[in-house]
């Protein structure tokens, strides 16, 4: 695997390395060891998959408050999306940034979202499958959301919005949003 670091202190694009030949390929998506070296999360304590049928739609931005906090880490199985995650770490030089990759059944990319951090995606394709893993269950005490298009945040969205639950449209801007210790 390929670790890249992004410009939000902790969040890495990690990219397979696929070995192939004729008949396909195989390529790890997962190493506790080589997760260790770049001083990542190396437990997962729950796996996930999201099926979203329309392009346009936006899910999140969620998060987990501590001490339920979590790290994520997400791939795109099939179609493609814009995933986006924003620093809500307290005291963070990044405070209110966002960054955004694209993420496709192409590139095969996966996206490390440390804790502290809220995370959401448009998708950019009909019929778009992600596969999700958290470090921490989920905490429904613990849930936390952040506007999606909160104007001190400004994340930059690719297409109209289509299609969002009425819980995620209901979170709060940043400003009633409380710092994250982490």
């Not at 339920?68 to 199985?77: D, I, N, S, T, Y």
């Not at 590139?107 to 394709?125: E, I, K, W």
Request: hydrophobic share 40%.
């Amino acid at each position: 695997m390929k670790f890249a670091p992004l410009p939000l202190a902790g969040a890495y694009l990690i990219d397979l390395e696929p070995l192939g030949d004729k008949r396909g390929f195989f390529a790890r998506m997962f190493c506790t060891e080589e997760f260790a070296e770049h001083d990542l999360e190396t437990r997962w304590a729950q796996c996930n998959t999201s099926y979203t049928a329309f392009a346009g739609t936006v899910r999140g931005m969620h998060f987990q408050r501590p001490p339920m906090a979590e790290v994520k880490l997400l791939r795109c199985l099939r179609g493609a999306i814009w995933d986006v995650i924003v620093d809500l770490r307290d005291g963070s030089p990044s405070y209110g940034r966002w960054h955004g990759e694209k993420l496709d059944e192409h590139n095969r990319s996966m996206l490390y979202v440390p804790r502290g951090f809220a995370h959401g995606f448009q998708t950019l394709t009909d019929d778009v499958e992600m596969l999700y893993f958290h470090s921490t269950p989920y905490s429904k005490a613990h849930e936390g959301g952040l506007r999606w298009d909160d104007q001190a945040v400004s994340i930059e969205w690719p297409l109209d919005k289509t299609g969002q639950s009425a819980r995620d449209a209901a979170f709060p801007g940043l400003d009633a949003v409380e710092p994250l210790r982490i």
